[in-house]
């Protein structure tokens, strides 16, 4: 190692140290917890000053009606994606309530703007490329904290990025169009949010912790159908 | 006047009496029932008045949770360490951070409707597990899981699973940290802390 590499080294030692700050146990979901940290600092600060304020506007102003269709739109979109993840689960009816929901809710629906499959009592079913992967055996690898995005793994992150790419949003050439409709689900997102966060911010000592927790046991549900072994005691 | 009295009191036995032997999937059902109900009745309730949501916690809720249970649940097994006075504090302080943040995320239930999932129980088991599932409109299904014991005061709920969530063992491992970092009484300290701070909308 030469000696620049070692000073980078170092750098990045003290500062983990300094960040590490009162959390001093390294876990073996969470290596990069100091880094993590950081990020969530970072993102509390974003997100309270700029995003979090946009969202609580956006749930004052748009009436509940007009907030209930922008989240059917894009639920449509992530129902269309919750059926391909049915199908490569090996889910098949499943997927078929999911794209039959697409199917109602694309017409008879407006372009997924209403939600007559619910009516009809065709309920909604998340799932997506991360619980895939992890169906398929993948390890979920390290916790990581994306400002702005929240909390993944790099087995979640990379399905999340598969989703991404595929997404029918990406294919609008409009340009302008196509960031609005990216603007408008980040912000519909967000203001879901905005009640659990309430959850969070009553409940936890430490958020950061109880967010990673909260987030890794919820995952890990879904990729055993709701009946995980029990975990080992941690330590 | 005598008989109606005496009438009275014997309702009032055979409430009790049915109370007691009521299964916890119905105990379940009844009280979640009742607090929809309170709730979509009430405007107070629903635009979030604290003192309301406190209440109707207090009233309906709470007394169908065994809190000491909850705490040592959540404690681990550092819940043997601790004395019995610091057992006594730490269920106290823990059970008004669980009321506070139910009081907090209460009032968002108006539009839901729950499903119960049939229990599947054993003459003689002491304890089980009631599913319920909540609904959304627009969105997909929530479950929620009530761990439940067996007691001389009947059914008593010990953990609450949200979506694979425990309410209680979320918080093992930072409870554990902190008993490493600071001891029992600096959990207590820390708890007492944060349920002093001020109420989260």
Same mark, same amino acid.
């Given at each position: 190692?030469?000696?620049?590499?070692?000073?980078?080294?170092?750098?990045?030692?003290?500062?983990?140290?300094?960040?590490?700050?009162?959390?001093?146990?390294?876990?073996?979901?969470?290596?990069?917890?100091?880094?993590?940290?950081?990020?969530?600092?970072?993102?509390?600060?974003?997100?309270?000053?700029?995003?979090?304020?946009?969202?609580?506007?956006?749930?004052?102003?748009?009436?509940?009606?007009?907030?209930?269709?922008?989240?059917?739109?894009?639920?449509?979109?992530?129902?269309?994606?919750?059926?391909?993840?049915?199908?490569?689960?090996?889910?098949?009816?499943?997927?078929?309530?999911?794209?039959?929901? #697409?199917?109602?809710?694309?017409?008879?629906?407006?372009?997924?703007?209403?939600?007559?499959?619910?009516?009809?009592?065709?309920?909604?079913?998340?799932?997506?490329?991360?619980?895939?992967?992890?169906?398929?055996?993948?390890?979920?690898?390290?916790?990581?904290?994306?400002?702005?995005?929240?909390?993944?793994?790099?087995?979640?992150?990379?399905?999340?990025?598969?989703?991404?790419?595929?997404?029918?949003?990406?294919?609008?050439?409009?340009?302008?169009?196509?960031?609005?409709?990216?603007?408008?689900?980040?912000?519909?997102?967000?203001?879901?949010?905005?009640?659990?966060?309430? #959850?969070?911010?009553?409940?936890?000592?430490?958020?950061?912790?109880?967010?990673?927790?909260?987030?890794?046991?919820?995952?890990?549900?879904?990729?055993?159908?709701?009946?995980?072994?029990?975990?080992?005691?941690?330590? | 006047?005598?008989?109606?009295?005496?009438?009275?009191?014997?309702?009032?036995?055979?409430?009790?009496?049915?109370?007691?032997?009521?299964?916890?999937?119905?105990? #379940?059902?009844?009280?979640?029932?009742?607090?929809?109900?309170?709730?979509?009745?009430?405007?107070?309730?629903?635009?979030?008045?604290?003192?309301?949501?406190?209440?109707?916690?207090?009233?309906?809720?709470?007394?169908?949770?065994?809190?000491?249970?909850?705490?040592?649940?959540?404690?681990?097994?550092?819940?043997?360490?601790?004395?019995?006075?610091?057992?006594?504090?730490?269920?106290?302080?823990?059970?008004?951070?669980?009321?506070?943040?139910?009081?907090?995320?209460?009032?968002?239930?108006?539009?839901?409707?729950?499903?119960?999932?049939?229990?599947?129980?054993?003459?003689?088991?002491?304890?089980?597990?009631?599913?319920?599932?909540?609904?959304?409109?627009?969105?997909?299904?929530?479950?929620?899981?009530?761990?439940?014991?067996?007691?001389?005061?009947?059914?008593?709920?010990?953990?609450?699973? #949200?979506?694979?969530?425990?309410?209680?063992?979320?918080?093992?491992?930072?409870?554990?940290?902190?008993?490493?970092?600071?001891?029992?009484?600096?959990?207590?300290?820390?708890?007492?802390?944060?349920?002093?701070?001020?109420?989260?909308?």
């Amino acid at each position: 190692m030469n000696s620049f590499a070692r000073s980078i080294a170092s750098t990045l030692a003290l500062a983990c140290a300094l960040l590490a700050g009162c959390a001093t146990t390294q876990s073996r979901v969470d290596p990069f917890e100091p880094w993590n940290r950081a990020m969530y600092q970072v993102h509390e600060a974003v997100d309270g000053a700029v995003i979090k304020p946009i969202a609580e506007g956006y749930v004052r102003s748009a009436p509940e009606p007009v907030r209930t269709s922008v989240s059917n739109f894009f639920g449509n979109i992530d129902d269309l994606f919750s059926g391909i993840n049915h199908v490569l689960q090996g889910k098949k009816e499943r997927a078929g309530d999911d794209f039959g929901r #697409v199917l109602l809710n694309s017409t008879f629906g407006i372009a997924g703007l209403f939600d007559p499959a619910s009516e009809m009592g065709i309920t909604k079913d998340k799932t997506d490329f991360g619980i895939t992967f992890g169906k398929w055996g993948a390890p979920q690898g390290p916790y990581i904290f994306v400002p702005l995005f929240g909390p993944t793994t790099v087995r979640d992150g990379t399905g999340w990025l598969v989703r991404i790419y595929a997404s029918p949003i990406g294919y609008i050439d409009d340009v302008r169009l196509r960031n609005s409709l990216y603007g408008l689900n980040y912000l519909d997102t967000r203001a879901q949010l905005l009640s659990a966060e309430g #959850v969070l911010e009553a409940a936890a000592l430490d958020k950061y912790r109880y967010l990673r927790n909260a987030y890794l046991r919820s995952r890990r549900y879904q990729v055993y159908d709701g009946k995980p072994p029990p975990e080992d005691e941690e330590e | 006047m005598i008989c109606r009295w005496m009438a009275l009191l014997f309702a009032a036995s055979l409430a009790l009496t049915a109370q007691a032997q009521e299964a916890p999937d119905a105990l #379940v059902k009844r009280v979640a029932e009742d607090v929809l109900q309170t709730i979509r009745g009430d405007k107070d309730l629903q635009a979030g008045n604290q003192a309301k949501v406190k209440q109707l916690i207090e009233s309906k809720l709470a007394p169908n949770f065994d809190f000491t249970r909850m705490t040592a649940l959540a404690m681990g097994k550092n819940w043997r360490s601790a004395t019995p006075e610091q057992q006594k504090m730490l269920t106290d302080e823990f059970r008004t951070l669980l009321v506070r943040t139910y009081s907090g995320a209460l009032s968002n239930y108006r539009d839901n409707t729950m499903d119960y999932a049939p229990l599947r129980m054993n003459a003689g088991d002491t304890d089980v597990i009631v599913r319920t599932s909540v609904r959304r409109p627009g969105q997909a299904p929530v479950q929620i899981d009530y761990s439940m014991a067996k007691t001389p005061d009947g059914w008593k709920a010990y953990d609450v699973i #949200v979506a694979g969530v425990s309410l209680v063992t979320n918080y093992r491992d930072e409870f554990n940290d902190e008993i490493k970092r600071s001891g029992v009484d600096g959990l207590i300290k820390k708890l007492t802390d944060k349920n002093k701070g001020p109420t989260p909308k």
